[in-house]
């Protein structure tokens, strides 16, 4: 039986997470490199209500099939804002700001592989019996 069979869509939804929360670092991580940059805007990602509303939509059908292209199909999207500037030369970067955001989001990151890594296990357990 295959994984995804065992776990319905557990997994893909974690593989979908882990990658917008990857992203989210590289983009906190490239805002705090830029803090000094005179006129760079800070940029961040959303993904978590087109998942939702994609999700959402897709079980309304009552097709797996749909859930799992709602899922596959989801994307993250990143943005820059350009309407917020608090310092004189342009730059809108918050770093205590970002530094809590990427401490937030490292924590979502390591719940989300350990939580996979414990399914993953109590699996294996289940197999070999021991």
């Given at each position: 039986?295959?994984?995804?069979?065992?776990?319905?869509?557990?997994?893909?939804?974690?593989?979908?997470?882990?990658?917008?929360?990857?992203?989210?670092?590289?983009?906190?991580?490239?805002?705090?490199?830029?803090?000094?940059?005179?006129?760079?805007?800070?940029?961040?990602?959303?993904?978590?209500?087109?998942?939702?509303?994609?999700?959402?939509?897709?079980?309304?059908?009552?097709?797996a099939q749909n859930v799992q292209a709602a899922i596959e199909g989801s994307t993250y999207r990143i943005h820059t804002s350009y309407g917020e500037t608090a310092r004189a030369d342009g730059n809108n970067v918050n770093a205590d700001v970002e530094l809590m955001?990427?401490?937030?989001?490292?924590?979502?990151?390591?719940?989300?592989?350990?939580?996979?890594?414990?399914?993953?296990?109590?699996?294996?357990?289940?197999?070999?019996?021991?």
């Open positions: 039986m295959a994984l995804q069979g065992i776990y319905g869509n557990s997994i893909s939804m974690a593989g979908k997470a882990l990658d917008f929360l990857w992203t989210k670092e590289s983009v906190i991580s490239n805002n705090l490199a830029n803090v000094e940059t005179p006129e760079y805007k800070s940029q961040y990602v959303t993904f978590e209500e087109e998942f939702q509303n994609r999700l959402q939509a897709a079980s309304q059908s009552g097709s955001e990427l401490t937030r989001t490292s924590l979502q990151y390591q719940y989300l592989l350990r939580s996979i890594s414990s399914d993953i296990t109590r699996l294996t357990t289940a197999i070999t019996g021991q």
